[in-house]
């Protein structure tokens, strides 16, 4: 019965995910299609040596104003802050997309990502993404009923090993309490989380449940 009840859930989070994705797509507009192509122009850098080398430059020069909360190496330097380092560039870039245009909000993000041209948020996202995440002190030992759930729903977006794709962020190494945060607003319907597909997917979670997941997620590689 457990396993039907597993299985059952995992179904229902597909579902509302790709329901999530459909209605946006429905919803597409000009700024999608601009998106849509500077991520193509960022697949072209990341492919090409000297262009890459010189995003890398030119994003770790556009980069100071974030080194002050998220590190110079992208390894946050506060637990309530996420890593940048060895996230997925296409998530990074999307994200400041959208700060700049008031899709999510932040009193620091929704004044830095507008004052940044398109080419220097795409570099900076290349010199985030080449960085890697470094082991933190997380304060909590990884539990083992965080796993069971990580492995019966979060799996699907984030994968097996927690480091997302272009679509879905890496999480694996973040904060424990940037984790724990984010979740319970996911669970406690924050406004600024309501467009968010995990605020399904997470329904039927207890805050309990969250805190393993943020505990088993956090301490992985």
Known sequence: MKFWRQCFWVLLSFAFVCFVQAESSDGATAGDSSVNAMLLKMQGIEQSPLEKQAALEQGKDRALLCFRCHGEDGNSLRDYIPNLASQNAAYLFTQFEK???????????????????????????????????????????????????????????????????????????????????TLLSFKNNDPQRRNSPMTGVIQNLTEEDLRAVASWVSNLP
């Not at 004044?111 to 080449?130: G, H, Q």
């Not at 030992?141 to 799996?155: E, F, I, N, R, T």
């Open 99 to 181: 700060f700049a245009n008031g899709q999510r909000e932040n009193y620091v993000m929704s004044k830095i990502a507008p004052s940044l041209t398109t080419d220097e948020r795409i570099a900076i996202a290349v010199y985030f993404a080449d960085k890697p995440v470094l082991s933190r002190a997380q304060g909590v030992m990884p539990d083992a009923k965080g796993k069971k759930v990580y492995d019966s729903l979060c799996y699907a977006c984030h994968g097996t090993a927690g480091h997302g794709d272009q679509q879905y962020p890496r999480i694996a190494g973040q904060p424990y309490v940037f984790l724990e945060k």
